[in-house]
Nanobody, 119 residues
Framework: VQLQASGGGLVQAGGSLRLSCAAS????????MGWFRQAPGKEREFVAD???????YYGDSVKGRFTISRDNAKNTVYLQMNSLKPEDTAVYYC??????????????WGQGTLFTVSS
């Protein structure tokens, strides 16, 4: 599976942004799709994931602010981010795997897209 993330950039605190991740190469609906992020000097952090059925899970730091969704017809997963904070600044990675869980559960990773929130 090849994953291509897009949508990163610069946004002011309190603003919104949507990331997209397009998948190709395998049957998209087979996979749990996840978003992770890694800030400078920090470990990779779970953000959200979504099963083929639409069931979602969120990291505590983004609950109520971020929404993950998927369009199986378009082989694309989205991350809508609202009420952004400077601490959301990170490289965001999309990933695909057979089950929800930590980063080690995911077999395929996109290249990452940088997203910066200015205060």
């Amino acid at each position: 599976v090849q994953l291509q993330a897009s949508g990163g950039g610069l946004v002011q605190a309190g603003g919104s942004l949507r990331l997209s991740c397009a998948a190709s190469g395998r049957t998209f609906s087979e996979f749990v799709m996840g978003w992770f992020r890694q800030a400078p000097g920090k470990e990779r952090e779970f953000v959200a994931d979504i099963r083929w059925s639409g069931t979602t899970y969120y990291g505590d730091s983004v609950k109520g602010r971020f929404t993950i969704s998927r369009d199986n017809a378009k082989n694309t997963v989205y991350l809508q981010m609202n009420s952004l904070k400077p601490e959301d600044t990170a490289v965001y990675y999309c990933a695909a795997g057979p089950a929800s869980g930590p980063a080690t559960q995911y077999d395929y990773w996109g290249q990452g897209t940088l997203f910066t929130v200015s205060s």
